[in-house]
């Protein structure tokens, strides 16, 4: 990671200024590319790959070019975010299986049920949907009446999609008999069964297009839209285009669902709100449009055991006072021997050096506990790395999307570079997961 701001270094090359305008361009005025440090270190590495001698350089190739050419392909795939696996969210599947489908079932009849799975990145979002449908509603996929259409800006992403292809790391959230029974090995990864492959459709779209010019004959009458960790990264005044688009684009009834960390006021002045046990979904009502009441619930619903593999631990975590420096609360004392406990003994100690040296090699040994990236995120924070933090905290709430303390850590480090918009946002999914915690919960 560059350790500079890229706000500075627009300041003294224009040149990266214009490609990030570029990237705006066609990505949707997005708020997140223009100050990002990760845009910086993607154009030195595309640079120095074709051994162009500087970014102003790197421009004039990309110039050379239509903006739906290879290296623009390159650059876009390389900054856009494609971090998914299979089942993420359970709470949402459960949801999904035993709210939404048997809605479907009273109100579409015997009629097509139509799906839109909106950045599907490398599809592991419309193949879990698929896995579900076909396990929850034989009888719907049997008859062809459903079809699901998944789309996205990466080219490269849509591929691995299309070849259903993937690694252990993207089938996490799925049990070993699951994977067994919907994957076969091929080449030390995992290929999808055909079965479970047909009736998905991908397709390369952009959002802000669609913004803009919404295909009423595509995307008109949509019984459930997916559009699950894409809008945190829009500007607010695309993403209630976007939003109001996707409420055109539903049919009457019909289900909108996004990520935990999606904008929940923005979505709820469009949609009404639906609670479950730990997920809200959106629904086109009759008084769409109109502003919502707040929360509207549903009867409980009995929640099948979830299949991600991580289980929370709330009692064991380890909770760092921010304005406490070199203190770390922590109930259980790791043993000497366990690599979390060093980690633990730096932090306690105030040596955050050590501290950040000992939670790289907890991450970098491929380590899928939400609690080590929090911890090594905070040794970060300490160091003064917020932006190595902040990819270390969102790997940590991609292992567990409820850890309220990583969201209240990214809204401390947005605050503290001003980001006020980021900040109001991560501490509203902070008040957003409490709410799915029982009171008596230890955070």
């Not at 469009?270 to 449009?289: D, I, N, Q």
Request: with cysteine; charged share 25%.
């Amino acid at each position: 990671m560059i350790p500079v701001q890229f706000e500075a270094e627009r300041e003294t090359d224009p040149a990266l200024s214009e490609i990030a305008a570029a990237i705006g361009a066609q990505l949707g005025a997005t708020d997140w590319i223009s100050r990002s440090s990760f845009l910086v270190e993607k154009v030195e590495e595309r640079r120095r790959a074709l051994g162009l001698s500087g970014v102003s350089a790197y421009l004039s190739q990309l110039k050379s070019q239509s903006t739906d050419g290879p290296e623009w392909s390159r650059l876009i795939d390389s900054v856009t975010v494609g971090e998914t696996f299979f089942w993420r969210y359970p709470e949402q599947w459960d949801a999904l299986r035993e709210i939404i489908l048997p809605d479907l079932a009273k109100r579409r009849g015997a009629g097509p049920v139509r799906i839109w799975c909106a950045g599907c990145s490398s599809g592991a979002e419309p193949y879990t949907l698929s896995i579900l449908l076909h396990r929850e509603a034989t009888d719907l996929v049997e008859s062809g009446r459903v079809k699901i259409l998944a789309t996205d800006v990466c080219a490269t992403r849509l591929a691995q999609a299309e070849a259903g292809v993937y690694g252990q790391w993207e089938l996490r959230g799925l049990s070993p008999t699951m994977v067994e029974s919907c994957f076969e090995p091929e080449n030390g990864k995992w290929r999808l069964r055909d079965a479970y492959r047909r009736g998905v459709t991908f397709r390369r779209h952009n959002l802000a297009d669609y913004a803009e010019q919404p295909d009423a004959g595509e995307f008109g009458g949509l019984d459930i839209i997916m559009c699950r960790n894409v809008l945190i990264y829009f500007d607010a005044a695309l993403v209630r285009r976007l939003l109001q688009r996707f409420q055109e684009s539903l049919s009457e009834g019909g289900w909108f669902l996004s990520g935990h960390s999606e904008p929940y006021l923005e979505i709820s002045r469009v949609l009404e709100p639906v609670t479950t046990p730990g997920a809200t979904l959106y629904r086109k009502s009759a008084v769409h449009g109109a502003r919502l009441k707040p929360r509207v619930e549903t009867p409980a619903v009995k929640r099948r055991a979830s299949t991600a593999p991580i289980q929370r631990e709330a009692a064991k975590r380890s909770v760092v006072a921010r304005d406490e420096v070199g203190k770390v609360v922590d109930a259980v004392r790791p043993a000497s021997d366990d690599p979390l406990g060093e980690l633990n003994v730096h932090l306690r100690a105030g040596a955050w050096r050590e501290a950040a040296s000992a939670g790289r090699r907890i991450v970098d040994s491929g380590s899928l506990d939400p609690q080590a990236h929090y911890l090594f995120a905070l040794a970060l924070i300490h160091s003064d790395q917020h932006s190595e933090a902040e990819r270390v905290l969102r790997r940590a709430l991609y292992l567990d999307t409820d850890y309220a303390l990583a969201h209240y850590q990214l809204g401390v480090v947005a605050l503290e570079q001003g980001r006020r918009d980021d900040a109001h946002r991560a501490f509203r999914n902070v008040v957003q997961c409490l709410r799915t915690q029982d009171d008596d919960a230890s955070i």
